[in-house]
Each structure stands twice: as C-alpha cells, then as structure tokens.
C-alpha cells in the first residue's frame, strides 16, 4: 500500500476494501490538534497513532473501531448506524469547525458531510462525488432529495479556493478542483 503526499501534511493511500470489492481512499492529515484520519480503511504503519477520525457517512466507519484514536467524529445522522457498528462517535453538522481547522459542509445527504481543508486547499468527499471523472453519485445512492439536493448543497463550496477534491471512491482531483467541481455539478444528472 503506498502513502501519497497531496500537499503539505495531506496523505493518501488506497486499499482493497472486500465488503465494497474494490480500492477505496483514505486521507491523513497533519494538523495542530495531530494526526487526523478520514474515512481510513488499514491505515499504514508508518502513519502512527491518530489523534482524531472524521467520518464523511457512517458507511465509512471501515476499521475505525480498531484503531484507538481519541475522539472520532462523524454527521450527527450517522451516530445511530455507528453505535450499530460499535463506533462511538461526535456529532457534527454542516458548519462545524473541527480539529486542525477542518470544516463540515453540506452535502445534500442528511447522513453525509463533506469536509474542507483550508490549510491543504482540499475539498474531501466520501459518497456524493465519485472521481474519474468527478461527478455527482447516482440518484439510487441518494434517495429522494437526488442529484439536484447535492448540487444546492455543494454550490456554495464554489466560493472556496479548492484546488483537491477527493473522494473516497475512484481518481481524485489532484489539480484545479473548483473547475472540476463546477463541471461536476454543471453535468446532467445520471441514472445509475
């Protein structure tokens, strides 16, 4: 498994996740408050001990349970499903400053949030955008709300200087975010 340097104290790793069949992406990021993980599946070794887990849904709780972190944190809709999955968990809402900084958006779902790294320029997403090219998830993903919740949600992130979006399922924007951003939430919804 490799660890990749995005920017300043931002790393990434893929790994082989059985339960989805296919590589999902993690995200480490040095911060004041210390070593924060979001959505991680089997962290590297190298990475240490995590002072604090973000998740995006509860979904993507993976192996946090296994992990000892200090606090762990996730959307307030997703603390029931969690407590299901032996994750005891924060709550967070759209607007929520977190530790290192880190910022809790909206994100069209109400079990979802997506989080911005001011300091890393990064906009992270755990369901509603998949990479490669970036776009908005499947309405079948979403439920009623559909693809037009995500993009009311997500158009204010369009005043941000995004330069990262990345998401846990597919190739990330490694490059020219808020223009990737924009095309995504510009595309015609799609069915599956």
């Not at 009311?152 to 990345?166: G, H, K, N, Q, W």
Request: charged share 25%; proline share 9%; net charge negative.
């Amino acid at each position: 498994m490799e660890l990749n340097e995005l920017a300043p104290g931002l790393r990434r790793w893929v790994a082989y996740y059985p339960e989805w069949k296919d590589d999902v992406g993690s995200l480490a990021v040095e911060t004041d408050d210390g070593l924060v993980l979001i959505d991680p599946f089997d962290p590297p070794r190298e990475l240490g001990p995590a002072r604090h887990v973000l998740l995006t849904i509860f979904w993507h709780a993976r192996s946090t349970r296994d992990l000892g972190a200090g606090r762990i944190w996730a959307p307030a809709r997703s603390l029931r499903p969690l407590e299901r999955r032996g994750v005891d968990a924060h709550p967070v809402r759209p607007g929520d400053e977190l530790p290192g900084g880190i910022q809790a958006l909206a994100s069209g779902r109400s079990g979802e949030v997506v989080y911005w790294l001011p300091a890393q320029r990064a906009l992270v997403a755990g369901d509603v955008l998949l990479g490669g090219p970036l776009r908005i998830c499947p309405d079948s993903w979403i439920g009623k709300a559909g693809q037009a919740a995500v993009r009311e949600a997500l158009s204010p992130a369009l005043e941000l200087p995004i330069e990262l979006v990345l998401v846990s399922h597919g190739v990330p924007v490694l490059a020219g975010g808020r223009a990737a951003l924009r095309r995504a939430l510009d595309q015609a919804p799609s069915a599956a």
